[in-house]
């Protein structure tokens, strides 16, 4: 049913809109409004999260007979309506444009039907008794807003939440997990050096007596806040975390299910809910408290972010990340589930949200969601008034928090006073090394801004580091000499740019263009730019590109890869840097689940490496694939977890291999190593930071790193 027809008033964000008189109000206060804006507006209003094309709206906006300059009047009014509501086509919050198609309406809109009278006014009371008959319609008009708001389930917007810290631990030292108990008495968490429980009030804190070698994450608590569910990797390396209840008193740690992790238990302490699997193919699971009936509620190629129970403990919510490999979208919506009729429900959906939310008691739904640029690495926690019947948001969103951090989990206590909310903080920074013939030298960091910094390539002599940064906003592509402090801006705009490297001459550099978020069309530009600056040039456009490489003159080869959903392979194409598209390496494509970025193509323009497995539990390898031959090998390398990124050497003859070597769950430790053809791994630098992938210089004497590093700990919030 059109959004008219339910409401003439409409309202989102912090506005209102009366679509009879065409007023519209901000906080109250009235803004000024023409009547082409207020006509695309309503039209939008009227089909909220759907395109509204440019042709729709020319049909409302202006006849078939009436002849004016489409084009531009339809985008003034938009600029118009813009303004009115405070956001720009760069940075949108209401009106989101869809390139080549039209505009879409992006926050939620709440219609309200107007109250109409039930009786006639009274008769105008004697003058001697005003006073009285003025309480009394104080009391009536208070008894009324009273009974509607609990009719209707909704509440005053709460003001943000008051915080205290509850953890301090520093950078070296992040809490990987914590929860608040269910009588908001005790925090239970873990970091590096073991599992502790806190109490909330008095600060006291103490370990909890764990079997040696049980490195267990805390989970969920069960009601009465003596009882935990945790998880528990007994190979780290090789299986999948377990689930296990434990009390914080001691005793014996009791076995629920052979696989799982992210539980959360029924607030009446019956049922538990969790994920299996890994990112490749997760699942969400449901078993009794006592570990008997598992059965599979969902799973296939989504991911799953938190699940949260209701109140009533006869439903609960998790976020949905809809599968988008190589669309450039990015699709999550919180959907619920009835455990009697096995219904699902969606319940909000949002392309911003996080991956954390906790269903309160009176019918709140909280939520992280994504700030917009230039904060978009930010996450703050808002929450909508659910529906009882209909269980949809009933009143526009609010803020909780206004932080610059990530929201790592969230936690309530039973009566929904009191969040536990596990705050992270990341740095990714550009560090430089020195290969010392068995080892490399101690990391040095390069870059000093605290946003997010990738490097991908060298200049041809070795002096300088190509990487992107967020520190402007969107990704820009700088330049950095080894010997400098900050970087030079070689390519900005108002877009996402990836991937720096170099052409095959050294006198240019390609980068991608990253596909629009939210919009249909999943093509990656791939531009180039002299190294010395100038103007960027196109070279070719193809959905999908995540990576590409150039060898080195006198080899002249370029190749990229894509992914699309209509594809269970990841492709490999030869193409011009110059300009234009070459062929498909048809015998080089790999499965998906190997690994999107993880591969790389020799200097010499002979070798494509790529990762056999990305899977952690599974045996971490290289795949070889001579291009000249057309023959592949496989070489396995044991002690890695996790692959992060990999890179050939100068010489061709190795290549330089990160990844992550897991310790126990309480911490992990990442590392490079170099690998030659002949199948021997060497480490060469562990730690001290997460190293995402090693880049070798031209000569072969400098290795650049691009490091990761995280801080977290836990905050109380209340009277939100």
């Not at 992107?468 to 030079?488: A, L, M």
């Not at 001459?505 to 100038?534: C, F, H, T, W």
């Given at each position: 049913?059109?959004?008219?027809?339910?409401?003439?008033?409409?309202?989102?964000?912090?506005?209102?809109?009366?679509?009879?008189?065409?007023?519209?109000?901000?906080?109250?206060?009235?803004?000024?409004?023409?009547?082409?804006?207020?006509?695309?507006?309503?039209?939008?209003?009227?089909?909220?999260?759907?395109?509204?094309?440019?042709?729709?709206?020319?049909?409302?906006?202006?006849?078939?007979?009436?002849?004016?300059?489409?084009?531009?009047?339809?985008?003034?009014?938009?600029?118009?309506?813009?303004?009115?509501?405070?956001?720009?086509?760069?940075?949108?919050?209401?009106?989101?444009?869809?390139?080549?198609?039209?505009?879409?309406?992006?926050?939620?809109?709440?219609?309200?039907?107007?109250?109409?009278?039930?009786?006639?006014?009274?008769?105008?009371?004697?003058?001697?008794?005003?006073?009285?008959?003025?309480?009394?319609?104080?009391?009536?008009?208070?008894?009324?807003?009273?009974?509607?708001?609990?009719?209707?389930?909704?509440?005053?917007?709460?003001?943000?939440?008051?915080?205290?810290?509850?953890?301090?631990?520093?950078?070296?030292?992040?809490?990987?997990?914590?929860?608040?108990?269910?009588?908001?008495?005790?925090?239970?968490?873990?970091?590096?050096?073991?599992?502790?429980?806190?109490?909330?009030?008095?600060?006291?804190?103490?370990?909890?007596?764990?079997?040696?070698?049980?490195?267990?994450?805390?989970?969920?608590?069960?009601?009465?806040?003596?009882?935990?569910?945790?998880?528990?990797?007994?190979?780290?390396?090789?299986?999948?975390?377990?689930?296990?209840?434990?009390?914080?008193?001691?005793?014996?740690?009791?076995?629920?299910?052979?696989?799982?992790?992210?539980?959360?238990?029924?607030?009446?302490?019956?049922?538990?809910?969790?994920?299996?699997?890994?990112?490749?193919?997760?699942?969400?699971?449901?078993?009794?408290?006592?570990?008997?009936?598992?059965?599979?509620?969902?799973?296939?190629?989504?991911?799953?972010?938190?699940?949260?129970?209701?109140?009533?403990?006869?439903?609960?919510?998790?976020?949905?990340?809809?599968?988008?490999?190589?669309?450039?979208?990015?699709?999550?919506?919180?959907?619920?589930?009835?455990?009697?009729?096995?219904?699902?429900?969606?319940?909000?959906?949002?392309?911003?949200?996080?991956?954390?939310?906790?269903?309160?008691?009176?019918?709140?739904?909280?939520?992280s969601l994504q700030e917009f640029q230039p904060n978009e690495s930010d996450f703050n926690l808002w929450w909508v008034q659910l529906d009882s019947r209909t269980r949809r948001p009933s009143n526009s969103p609010a803020r909780i928090t206004n932080d610059g951090t990530f929201t790592g989990g969230i936690s309530s206590t039973i009566d929904g006073t009191r969040i536990a909310l596990l705050r992270r903080a990341f740095k990714d920074e550009v560090y430089l090394t020195e290969w010392q013939g068995q080892r490399l030298s101690a990391p040095r960091k390069l870059t000093l801004d605290e946003r997010k910094n990738f490097v991908f390539s060298w200049t041809p002599d070795g002096k300088a580091v190509l990487f992107t940064s967020d520190r402007y906003g969107p990704f820009h592509v700088f330049k950095q000499s080894i010997d400098e402090t900050q970087p030079v801006l070689l390519v900005g705009g108002k877009d996402d740019l990836e991937v720096p490297r170099l052409s095959p001459d050294g006198s240019g550099v390609l980068y991608l263009v990253s596909a629009k978020r939210g919009e249909p069309s999943s093509n990656v530009q791939l531009m180039r730019i002299p190294l010395s600056g100038g103007t960027s040039q196109f070279v070719l456009e193809a959905p999908g590109i995540t990576n590409y490489e150039c060898a080195r003159l006198p080899a002249t080869l370029c190749i990229y890869g894509r992914i699309g959903p209509e594809s269970e392979y990841y492709r490999f194409f030869t193409f011009d840097p110059v300009g234009g598209n070459g062929t498909e390496l048809v015998a080089a494509k790999m499965k998906k689940e190997e690994g999107l970025n993880q591969w790389a193509l020799s200097p010499d323009g002979k070798y494509l490496v790529t990762c056999k497995s990305q899977n952690p539990y599974k045996q971490s390898g290289l795949r070889i694939l001579n291009l000249a031959e057309g023959t592949e090998r496989y070489i396995p390398v044991s002690g890695l977890g996790l692959v992060g990124g990999m890179d050939w050497a100068a010489d061709s003859k190795s290549v330089w291999l990160s990844g992550f070597l897991r310790r126990n769950a309480w911490g992990s430790s990442s590392a490079v190593l170099n690998v030659d053809l002949s199948g021997r791994a060497r480490m060469v630098l562990e730690g001290p930071m997460s190293i995402w992938w090693a880049v070798p210089s031209p000569d072969g004497h400098r290795i650049a790193l691009s490091g990761h590093t995280e801080s977290s700990n836990v905050w109380l919030l209340e009277n939100f």
């Amino acid at each position: 049913m059109p959004i008219r027809e339910v409401g003439r008033i409409i309202r989102f964000g912090a506005f209102e809109i009366d679509l009879h008189t065409g007023e519209l109000r901000r906080n109250g206060l009235k803004v000024r409004l023409q009547e082409q804006p207020f006509q695309v507006l309503a039209l939008m209003l009227e089909r909220p999260g759907e395109v509204v094309t440019r042709e729709d709206l020319r049909t409302r906006l202006w006849p078939a007979d009436t002849f004016v300059d489409f084009d531009h009047s339809l985008n003034a009014a938009i600029k118009r309506l813009r303004d009115a509501l405070g956001e720009s086509a760069e940075s949108p919050i209401f009106i989101e444009t869809v390139a080549r198609r039209g505009y879409r309406f992006i926050t939620p809109a709440i219609p309200t039907a107007p109250v109409m009278p039930t009786a006639p006014a009274a008769p105008k009371p004697n003058r001697y008794y005003w006073p009285v008959a003025l309480v009394s319609a104080g009391v009536v008009l208070v008894l009324l807003s009273l009974a509607l708001i609990t009719s209707n389930g909704l509440h005053p917007e709460p003001r943000l939440a008051s915080q205290r810290r509850l953890t301090a631990n520093p950078e070296d030292t992040p809490l990987t997990s914590g929860v608040i108990s269910p009588d908001g008495k005790y925090l239970a968490y873990t970091d590096p050096s073991g599992f502790y429980l806190r109490q909330v009030d008095g600060g006291e804190t103490h370990a909890v007596p764990l079997p040696k070698g049980f490195d267990a994450l805390p989970e969920s608590w069960f009601p009465d806040s003596v009882h935990l569910v945790v998880s528990w990797a007994e190979e780290p390396k090789k299986t999948p975390p377990s689930l296990w209840e434990i009390s914080v008193l001691g005793g014996t740690p009791r076995k629920l299910v052979d696989r799982g992790s992210s539980a959360r238990v029924a607030p009446d302490g019956s049922k538990i809910a969790f994920l299996a699997g890994v990112w490749d193919h997760e699942e969400i699971w449901l078993v009794q408290a006592d570990g008997n009936s598992p059965r599979k509620i969902d799973g296939g190629t989504d991911l799953f972010g938190a699940v949260a129970w209701a109140p009533d403990a006869k439903r609960f919510a998790y976020i949905r990340t809809i599968d988008s490999h190589g669309s450039g979208r990015r699709d999550k919506q919180i959907e619920s589930y009835d455990v009697t009729s096995g219904r699902r429900e969606t319940m909000l959906s949002e392309p911003r949200l996080g991956d954390e939310i906790a269903w309160l008691n009176a019918g709140r739904l909280i939520y992280s969601l994504q700030e917009f640029q230039p904060n978009e690495s930010d996450f703050n926690l808002w929450w909508v008034q659910l529906d009882s019947r209909t269980r949809r948001p009933s009143n526009s969103p609010a803020r909780i928090t206004n932080d610059g951090t990530f929201t790592g989990g969230i936690s309530s206590t039973i009566d929904g006073t009191r969040i536990a909310l596990l705050r992270r903080a990341f740095k990714d920074e550009v560090y430089l090394t020195e290969w010392q013939g068995q080892r490399l030298s101690a990391p040095r960091k390069l870059t000093l801004d605290e946003r997010k910094n990738f490097v991908f390539s060298w200049t041809p002599d070795g002096k300088a580091v190509l990487f992107t940064s967020d520190r402007y906003g969107p990704f820009h592509v700088f330049k950095q000499s080894i010997d400098e402090t900050q970087p030079v801006l070689l390519v900005g705009g108002k877009d996402d740019l990836e991937v720096p490297r170099l052409s095959p001459d050294g006198s240019g550099v390609l980068y991608l263009v990253s596909a629009k978020r939210g919009e249909p069309s999943s093509n990656v530009q791939l531009m180039r730019i002299p190294l010395s600056g100038g103007t960027s040039q196109f070279v070719l456009e193809a959905p999908g590109i995540t990576n590409y490489e150039c060898a080195r003159l006198p080899a002249t080869l370029c190749i990229y890869g894509r992914i699309g959903p209509e594809s269970e392979y990841y492709r490999f194409f030869t193409f011009d840097p110059v300009g234009g598209n070459g062929t498909e390496l048809v015998a080089a494509k790999m499965k998906k689940e190997e690994g999107l970025n993880q591969w790389a193509l020799s200097p010499d323009g002979k070798y494509l490496v790529t990762c056999k497995s990305q899977n952690p539990y599974k045996q971490s390898g290289l795949r070889i694939l001579n291009l000249a031959e057309g023959t592949e090998r496989y070489i396995p390398v044991s002690g890695l977890g996790l692959v992060g990124g990999m890179d050939w050497a100068a010489d061709s003859k190795s290549v330089w291999l990160s990844g992550f070597l897991r310790r126990n769950a309480w911490g992990s430790s990442s590392a490079v190593l170099n690998v030659d053809l002949s199948g021997r791994a060497r480490m060469v630098l562990e730690g001290p930071m997460s190293i995402w992938w090693a880049v070798p210089s031209p000569d072969g004497h400098r290795i650049a790193l691009s490091g990761h590093t995280e801080s977290s700990n836990v905050w109380l919030l209340e009277n939100f």
